[in-house]
């Protein structure tokens, strides 16, 4: 049998973060004036740091130094980080998933614009987190999503085509750089609602347990005709 992979997102997929992502931005933004709501949130989530930074940077005519953001982004993180170790919770279906994948020969990683800090603290926290083979983070890469990097490189990572992968992911960005990878592309609601992820995705679903390795094989079977 060939080798297939599923590269997850991480928020939004793996965990429900976006409330915790939201509040990281919103309170340590404050220091720089900029004023983030949940509706601009919403727009720029899956995207990088520095994307959405730059844009909060272009929307409130401001130029910070690079040490400003480094200092920024610290900051946020930290924020991040500690709530997300006093409040862990995997999304539902996570585990039943990522062990029926690897019991039919799959291989699994992460692509997320996340720091690798962040994917290796879920990693560490997840019952099983040692199943997942390898991630790209954010680090890894010049261009965030909707580019395809991310996406691409996890695929040569895992040692799998990038046509004989499929992608789970919560944003529109994910998306649109799945596609363009070449993967089938997976939505997950959340973040976004059923209507608006169709148009992006090959399939789309509520929950985790929703798929299972026998319907993402169906699925690359298909995308490779």
């Known amino acids: 049998m060939d080798t297939k992979a599923?590269?997850?997102?991480?928020?939004?997929?793996?965990?429900?973060?976006w409330e915790l992502h939201y509040q990281s931005w919103k309170v340590t933004s404050k220091k720089y004036g900029f004023?983030?709501?949940?509706?601009?949130?919403?727009n720029?989530?899956?995207?990088?740091?520095?994307?959405?930074?730059?844009?909060?940077?272009?929307?409130?005519?401001?130029?910070?130094?690079?040490?400003?953001?480094?200092?920024?982004?610290?900051?946020k993180d930290e924020y991040y980080r500690e709530k997300f170790r006093e409040d862990f919770q995997e999304h539902k279906g996570v585990t039943k998933l990522i062990n029926?994948?690897?019991?039919?020969?799959?291989?699994?990683?992460?692509?997320?614009?996340?720091?690798?800090?962040?994917?290796?603290?879920?990693?560490?926290l997840m019952p099983n987190g040692e199943m997942l083979q390898d991630f790209i983070s954010a680090d890894d890469v010049r261009e965030g999503k909707p580019n395809p990097e991310v996406f691409l490189l996890a695929a040569k990572k895992l040692g799998?085509?990038?046509?004989?992968?499929?992608?789970?992911?919560?944003?529109?960005?994910?998306?649109?750089?799945?596609?363009s990878a070449g993967m089938v592309?997976?939505?997950?609601t959340?973040?976004?609602?059923?209507?608006?992820?169709s148009e992006y995705a090959d399939l789309v679903i509520d929950e985790l347990d929703e798929v299972n390795a026998a319907k993402i094989s169906e699925l690359i079977e298909e995308n490779c005709k």
């Open 44 to 75: 720029h989530f899956g995207q990088t740091c520095d994307s959405f930074a730059k844009q909060l940077c272009n929307d409130n005519d401001t130029k910070l130094s690079k040490d400003e953001i480094d200092e920024w982004f610290t900051k």
């Open 185 to 188: 592309a997976i939505g997950i």
């Open 100 to 124: 029926d994948l690897n019991q039919n020969g799959f291989r699994t990683g992460v692509g997320s614009s996340a720091p690798s800090e962040n994917i290796q603290l879920l990693v560490d």
């Open 160 to 179: 799998v085509p990038a046509i004989k992968s499929a992608v789970i992911e919560d944003s529109l960005h994910g998306l649109q750089a799945a596609k």
């Open 6 to 17: 599923v590269i997850f997102d991480m928020d939004g997929v793996l965990i429900d973060s």
């Open 35 to 42: 004023e983030i709501d949940r509706i601009k949130f919403g």
């Open 190 to 197: 959340g973040t976004f609602d059923r209507e608006t992820l």
